[in-house]
């Protein structure tokens, strides 16, 4: 198809527009109203004084203004100053008198688009100039559209870099306090072997055992240590597979109930899981899923006092998204709850919310990253995970599986 | 007379490994887990030493730290911390008399509460 001409373009679009002509003089009114018609196919409607025409204005929505500069009450210079105070955005052109330069300029200066001397031919060339201020008009627009979306854009990114410095400071925090935290535990089993190489405890004997049992502590907190940074790296590289197969939830709700079940037992902490009488089966890495589960119930002992309590529970549900079955398994617990403002940040990576837990248990120190790998896990699984929480009442953490179909 | 030591530290592994050698040094040693009730435990002792892990939970070690060498000066107080950012000036000058920071050698924690209890 050939193009349209670029005169004609301007044309078009100028063409069914609405306009309102500010203007006294019927005779001009017509001339206007004739000219324009014919050449852009645009409504133009009259007011007849600078008054009706501002009360328009502001009840109605024009494409473009033009006002005679000479009228009986309030002039078109004042037509046009208040109309900026109100706000109204359409371009505006004033028609002057001849040799009247001075009022054109303060015209422009006051935020008219164009000026048209009145005189015999005005009128013929007045839809040239109509459609040049709408061409005109139309760019300043989409430049101001343009500026503000670089603005808008340029603001975005600064907000990215400052989350990236952030993230890359939370890093180095975090590989300063991960080697601190291999520290302590290496420390404490070279000062246990140590005790025992020095003849200052015997293992056979009740001092000498509990030092042993230190040093086991000690070993099991490094290997916890050592199996999140692997998981976390893996998963920073993309190289976690999940090995997904049909599995029954709740064999897994019961394996992660049984491994956890010592550790509870010892915090005095009830752990209970009541599984549904029939099956659900979702499509999972089972081995992954319990790792998921046995993290949030490690937690969920580290942040519940003695005589507290642990509910597993798995339920079926309808996504209203998708329309799909999906399984949502909750772990809740009556512990100390999460304050509102650390509800999403607790599943960052590297984010550790300090707050009272018992330390007596080693076992269950960690490294901040617990969360982020059960996200991470979940996500590999499409599911969603979340935590609804209340201080001082306890949290449940929520995951979703899809169901196998 | 032995001298006593009182280790204020809610790491109870820690606390338990170090006071075995200390003890073995001759020194009569006790261990307090509890950070709130460590004051009182001081009081109750009248220790010759203090280490005072001042990462506590339960209570600010800074504060205590002020409290036992306002209340009772004779005791020394060697702070300990887990925190790599702390610095020891500023407990030196709250008084104490030495600053350790985890993971510590406690053969030179010995040696240190040795020298400061002679
Ligand atoms: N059940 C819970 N009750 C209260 N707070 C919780 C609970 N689970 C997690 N949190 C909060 O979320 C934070 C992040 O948890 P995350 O598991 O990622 O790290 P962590 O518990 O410090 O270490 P770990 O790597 O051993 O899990 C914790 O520091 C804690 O403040």
């Known amino acids: 198809m050939a193009e349209t001409p670029a005169h004609l373009k301007i044309k078009k679009d100028a063409e069914n527009m609405r306009i309102l002509l500010v203007e006294d003089n019927p005779d001009h009114s017509y001339l206007v109203r004739k000219s324009v018609n014919e050449a852009l196919r645009s409504q133009v409607e009259i007011a007849e004084s600078g008054e009706q025409g501002v009360m328009r204005l502001g009840n109605e929505k024009y494409d473009l203004i033009i006002s005679d500069f000479n009228l009986p009450g309030m002039s078109g210079l004042e037509v046009l100053k208040t109309i900026k105070e109100m706000g109204v955005d359409a371009p505006f052109i004033m028609l002057t008198g001849q040799g009247d330069e001075k009022v054109a300029v303060s015209a422009m200066q006051a935020g008219a688009y164009n000026y048209v001397v009145k005189d015999d031919v005005c009128y013929t060339i007045l839809p040239r100039v109509i459609s040049e201020t709408l061409t005109q008009f139309r760019a300043d627009k989409e430049k101001e559209r343009l500026e503000r979306e670089i603005r808008e854009k340029s603001e975005a990114l600064e907000k990215a870099n400052r989350e990236l410095k952030k993230l890359d400071e939370l890093k180095s925090q975090f590989i300063s306090s991960v080697s601190h935290e291999f520290k302590n535990p290496l420390n404490s089993i070279q000062e246990s072997i140590a005790l025992v190489l020095d003849g200052i405890v015997n293992p056979t004997e009740p001092k000498g055992k509990r030092v042993m049992e230190i040093a086991q502590n000690s070993t099991e907190r490094l290997t916890i240590l050592v199996n999140d940074l692997l998981d976390f790296s893996k998963l920073e590289a993309g190289k976690m597979k999940m090995e997904k197969e049909p599995v029954d939830i709740r064999g897994v709700l019961t394996e992660a109930l049984d491994s956890m079940s010592p550790l509870a037992e010892k915090r005095k902490i009830t752990l209970t899981c009541a599984p549904a009488a029939h099956k659900m089966i979702v499509f999972a890495d089972p081995m992954r899923i319990v790792q998921v589960l046995t993290n949030l119930i490690s937690n969920a002992i580290k942040y519940t006092q003695e005589g507290g309590a642990i509910r597993l529970d798995a339920r079926s549900e309808k996504d209203p998204a998708s329309s799909l079955q999906k399984i949502v398994v909750s772990v809740k617990d009556s512990g100390a709850g999460i304050a509102k403002e650390n509800l999403s940040r607790i599943f960052e990576r590297f984010e550790q919310i300090k707050q009272p837990q018992h330390r007596d248990l080693p076992a269950l120190q960690g490294t901040g990253l617990g969360l982020s790998i059960c996200r991470e896990i979940v996500q590999l699984h499409q599911g969603r995970i979340w935590v609804e929480s209340e201080l001082g009442k306890g949290s449940t953490f929520f995951f979703t599986l899809p169901r196998y179909q | ?118």
């Open chain 2, 1 to 118: 007379m032995r001298k006593k030591i009182l280790i204020v530290d809610d790491e109870e592994d820690f606390a338990t490994l170090s006071a075995l050698r200390i003890g073995e040094a001759g020194f009569e040693v006790h261990i307090e887990t509890d950070g709130g009730k460590a004051f009182q435990r001081i009081q109750e002792l009248n220790p010759d030493a203090v280490l005072l892990d001042i990462m506590l939970q339960t209570d600010d070690g800074l504060s205590l730290l002020k409290k036992i060498k306002k209340e009772m000066p004779q005791v020394i107080v060697i702070v300990i911390t887990g925190k790599a950012m702390l610095m020891g000036d500023i407990f030196k000058m709250e008084g104490a008399a030495a600053f350790f920071k985890k993971p510590i050698d406690v053969k030179e924690l010995v040696k240190k509460i040795q020298e400061l209890t002679q």
